[in-house]
């Protein structure tokens, strides 16, 4: 695979690299799926009929924790991404693009702490 | 001549009794009398005997059966009339119900038809979800991910590569938890939809089972007059009938022509719609119970995670440092 090797680290930035970009290819994709959820209906037109009051509480919270879920999980694995890329400027030596990149990164970490 | 009633002594000397036989007379009287007190004595000694006894067992009686009332009130009418008036709150909070159900019929039938869009929408959303942790399972799988350390054909090993291949696994968990909500959501508003149909539905019937006997009333009132049709009610009307008014006749053919059994078929209608009335509430409750499920469902998140898997949080997971000297590393592990 043409890797690296340091001490009982070896590293293939190739390898590396590939993982970071599935990690930010798939994660606008969980940001689709919150938009399907959010365009959906149901919550709106519950709000004026008592077919289903039980239900549709409990429908409601589903739905927000389906939310958060998917706009956690878009910015966590888009910042897993971040991680492997800034590992791969590490690994290369690139010195001042890797602390431009941790920097960037450990302010992505605090952002997820203020998500919904 | 004066005649004088003898005395009771004299008339007895006069009937040859004499003096002695007269005190042994009156000895056997008095003993008579005696012995007279005595069994009347005792007769009403024995009768207050038996009047005691009598209300002794009469009031045993009436206490017996007291007790008895009172059990049976206490275990059988009591409860019957505490069922009955269950039942008829019910019967009350049903028709209430069926009443809104009329009365919110634009905004619940919108709600249906928002349910069904959304039990679509929930299946393509399960079918993104999936699609997107088989993405992430396929590539890990590929590239040697799902092996650890040396054990792995990949060139990227080491404490870094190592918390990597630990925390992967539990994204794909997260996605598989995505497609779970979206399969669970969209068959409960599956089990919803069909509740909320089969109510409106029974109302349907009940509509058109009005619409069949307005039509009947309208046909046989205004083109066929002096008819009484109907399923199986009465037979045509005359103009006239001998000892009722023509008023009477009048209204009596503005009447309904609903027979009785277009009226049987109308109350078991009615009965169906409180049938489906009952049976929304039960699926309603059912449903609530299992999305209260879905709700607390955590899988594969630690108590740290919020709704998504953190690997970021986790401080043995790979991570940039700064070291003494001012360089970039990348830390994990026991190495942190």
Same mark, same amino acid.
């Given at each position: 695979?043409?890797?690296?090797?340091?001490?009982?680290?070896? %590293?293939?930035?190739?390898?590396?690299?590939?993982?970071?970009?599935?990690? @930010?290819?798939?994660?606008?994709?969980?940001?689709?799926?919150?938009?399907?959820?959010?365009?959906?209906?149901?919550?709106?037109?519950?709000?004026?009929?008592?077919?289903?009051?039980?239900?549709?509480?409990? %429908?409601?919270?589903?739905?927000?924790?389906?939310?958060?879920?998917?706009?956690?999980?878009?910015?966590?694995?888009?910042?897993?991404?971040?991680?492997?890329?800034?590992?791969?400027?590490? %690994?290369? @030596?690139?010195?001042?693009?890797?602390?431009?990149?941790?920097?960037?990164?450990?302010?992505?970490?605090?952002?997820?702490?203020?998500?919904? | 001549?004066?005649?004088?009633?003898?005395?009771?002594?004299?008339?007895?000397?006069?009937?040859?009794?004499?003096?002695?036989?007269?005190? #042994?007379?009156? /000895?056997?009287?008095?003993?008579?009398?005696?012995?007279?007190?005595?069994?009347?004595?005792?007769?009403? /000694?024995?009768?207050?005997?038996?009047?005691?006894?009598?209300?002794?067992?009469?009031?045993?009686?009436? !206490? #017996?059966?007291?007790?008895?009332?009172?059990?049976?009130?206490?275990?059988?009418?009591?409860?019957?009339?505490?069922?009955?008036?269950?039942?008829?709150?019910?019967?009350?909070?049903?028709? $209430?119900?069926?009443?809104?159900?009329?009365?919110?019929?634009?905004? !619940?039938?919108?709600?249906?038809?928002?349910?069904?869009?959304?039990?679509?929408?929930?299946?393509?959303?399960?079918?993104?979800? /999936?699609?997107?942790?088989?993405?992430?399972?396929?590539?890990?799988?590929?590239?040697?991910?799902?092996?650890?350390?040396?054990? =792995?054909?990949?060139?990227? *090993?080491?404490?870094?590569?190592?918390?990597?291949?630990?925390?992967?696994?539990?994204? *794909?968990?997260?996605?598989? $938890?995505?497609?779970?909500?979206?399969?669970?959501?969209?068959? !409960?508003?599956?089990?919803?939809?069909?509740?909320?149909?089969?109510?409106?539905?029974?109302?349907?019937?009940?509509?058109?089972?009005?619409?069949?006997?307005?039509?009947?009333? +309208?046909?046989?009132? $205004?083109?066929?007059?002096? =008819?009484?049709?109907?399923?199986?009610?009465?037979?045509? +009307?005359?103009?006239?009938?001998?000892?009722? =008014?023509?008023?009477? +006749?009048?209204?009596?053919?503005?009447?309904?022509?609903?027979?009785?059994?277009?009226?049987?078929?109308?109350?078991?209608?009615?009965?169906?719609?409180?049938?489906? $009335?009952?049976?929304?509430?039960? *699926? #309603?409750?059912?449903?609530?119970?299992?999305?209260?499920?879905?709700?607390?469902?955590?899988?594969?998140?630690?108590?740290? #995670?919020?709704?998504?898997?953190?690997?970021?949080?986790?401080?043995?997971?790979?991570?940039?440092? +700064?070291?003494?000297?001012?360089?970039?590393?990348?830390?994990?592990?026991?190495?942190?």
């Amino acid at each position: 695979m043409g890797g690296r090797t340091s001490g009982a680290i070896s %590293y293939s930035l190739a390898e590396i690299r590939a993982a970071a970009g599935m990690w @930010h290819r798939v994660s606008p994709q969980l940001t689709q799926i919150d938009a399907m959820v959010q365009g959906m209906s149901v919550r709106s037109a519950a709000a004026s009929t008592d077919l289903f009051p039980s239900s549709i509480v409990k %429908y409601a919270a589903i739905v927000a924790n389906f939310d958060a879920s998917c706009q956690e999980g878009a910015a966590i694995t888009d910042a897993i991404g971040d991680t492997l890329d800034t590992a791969v400027l590490v %690994y290369s @030596h690139s010195e001042q693009a890797a602390k431009a990149a941790a920097g960037r990164l450990a302010q992505k970490i605090r952002d997820l702490g203020r998500l919904p | 001549m004066t005649d004088q009633m003898p005395t009771p002594a004299e008339y007895l000397a006069q009937a040859g009794f004499s003096a002695t036989t007269l005190a #042994d007379l009156q /000895q056997k009287v008095e003993e008579a009398a005696a012995k007279i007190r005595h069994g009347l004595a005792k007769a009403g /000694q024995q009768i207050q005997g038996w009047y005691n006894a009598l209300v002794k067992a009469l009031t045993e009686w009436v !206490n #017996d059966m007291w007790t008895r009332i009172q059990s049976f009130w206490d275990s059988s009418i009591q409860p019957w009339i505490e069922e009955v008036k269950k039942i008829w709150n019910l019967v009350v909070e049903l028709v $209430r119900k069926c009443i809104n159900d009329l009365r919110n019929f634009r905004a !619940n039938v919108q709600l249906l038809i928002n349910i069904h869009a959304d039990m679509l929408s929930w299946i393509e959303v399960g079918q993104v979800a /999936q699609q997107w942790y088989q993405d992430v399972e396929r590539f890990h799988i590929d590239n040697g991910y799902n092996m650890v350390g040396l054990s =792995s054909s990949r060139t990227w *090993v080491g404490p870094a590569a190592d918390s990597y291949v630990s925390l992967w696994p539990y994204q *794909v968990r997260a996605g598989q $938890r995505l497609l779970k909500l979206a399969e669970q959501n969209s068959a !409960n508003l599956g089990h919803l939809l069909t509740a909320g149909a089969a109510l409106y539905v029974a109302w349907g019937m009940v509509f058109l089972q009005l619409l069949a006997i307005l039509a009947t009333d +309208i046909v046989l009132g $205004r083109w066929l007059p002096g =008819s009484r049709g109907g399923g199986g009610g009465g037979g045509p +009307i005359p103009d006239a009938i001998e000892g009722l =008014s023509s008023d009477g +006749i009048a209204a009596a053919k503005r009447g309904s022509s609903a027979g009785a059994g277009d009226v049987r078929t109308l109350m078991r209608l009615l009965a169906t719609v409180a049938v489906a $009335r009952v049976v929304v509430q039960k *699926v #309603d409750e059912q449903t609530a119970a299992a999305m209260q499920t879905l709700v607390a469902n955590r899988d594969g998140m630690g108590s740290g #995670d919020r709704n998504w898997p953190n690997p970021l949080a986790v401080k043995e997971f790979m991570h940039p440092t +700064i070291d003494p000297n001012g360089r970039v590393r990348i830390v994990a592990g026991r190495y942190t």
